[in-house]
């Protein structure tokens, strides 16, 4: 783990928050509209249960103290994933080689003793130093994921569910186990897909401040639950997180209604713009109902692992 003079590698304090969120900014080329790991997503992950920022996230600060570098790592069960960035202004110095030193050795501590365990970094597309680093150290790429988002104009009106469907909001009271059930079937064909049992699945989801009902849809045919879609509130932005439509009912517009009601749904809390996550690969034609609904895709992510 070798720095320039210097240069300090160190546990990362909630006092680094908007410095970690600079770093990601400049990472961006400075453009705040693009941007997805800010502030507030930085704030999200660090509250995440089971995460912890002493000892599961590292900076790197420059001779002037100012943070040039993070990383961290996370157990999602079986696996560990890993993600961070270097400001471009300080990269070609090994930074991001300590930072990923480091993040081996944390991660090789979080997977002792489970079945099978696979390591995984997540690196900016066309990034061609992480490509190589990663690369050097017997990774390999495995997959793709975007960033996508739109930029809500104007009162937005979400229009009629398809005919013979009913949308409305979640009652979570009675409607959480149809919304697990209809986003475990809905996606398990995705890539990497596992089943989460449903009391992790609220730990992680509704045990959380950022939830609210009336940013979760639940779609139905008579009493059946056919698709559902997560949302919630972050920073300046609206998150779709979850988005499912069963097999069966597939083709018929429901995946379209969702994200439109979704959209109308932020866009009365003040909101100018919604992001997903997706993925490139998605056997589903996500990524064209996404475009075809005014969509764009923002960031693009490799996946690499070991």
Do not use: K
């Amino acid at each position: 783990m070798t720095l320039p003079a210097g240069y300090e590698l160190r546990p990362t304090t909630p006092g680094d928050l908007d410095a970690v969120a600079g770093v990601f900014l400049a990472d961006d080329g400075g453009d705040p509209g693009r941007v997805v790991i800010d502030a507030d997503f930085l704030r999200d992950e660090w509250s995440r249960a089971g995460f912890s920022l002493a000892s599961d996230a590292w900076v790197v600060a420059g001779p002037d103290g100012v943070v040039v570098g993070y990383m961290q790592t996370m157990r999602e069960e079986p696996n560990v994933e890993c993600w961070g960035a270097v400001h471009p202004g300080h990269r070609g110095r090994g930074i991001g080689s300590a930072l990923f030193d480091w993040a081996e050795q944390r991660a090789s501590e979080l997977v002792a003793g489970l079945p099978l365990p696979r390591v995984r970094f997540v690196s900016d597309v066309g990034d061609r130093g992480a490509e190589a680093l990663l690369q050097s150290r017997d990774l390999c790429l495995v997959h793709h994921f975007w960033h996508m988002q739109i930029d809500l104009v104007g009162p937005l009106h979400p229009g009629p569910a398809p005919q013979g469907f009913e949308i409305s909001e979640v009652d979570p009271v009675v409607d959480l186990p149809a919304v697990h059930a209809v986003l475990g079937e809905a996606l398990a064909d995705h890539w990497d897909s596992r089943s989460e049992p449903f009391d992790r699945w609220v730990d992680e989801h509704v045990n959380v401040t950022r939830f609210d009902p009336t940013l979760w849809l639940l779609a139905t045919q008579g009493r059946q639950p056919v698709a559902a879609l997560t949302g919630h509130i972050q920073g300046d932005r609206g998150w779709v997180g979850g988005l499912g439509v069963r097999a069966p009912w597939r083709g018929r517009g429901l995946g379209e209604a969702l994200l439109r009601r979704s959209f109308a749904a932020f866009s009365r809390h003040g909101l100018r713009r919604v992001v997903l996550g997706v993925d490139a690969e998605n056997p589903t034609g996500a990524t064209a109902l996404h475009e075809h609904v005014g969509m764009r895709v923002v960031q693009r992510w490799d996946v690499w692992e070991r």
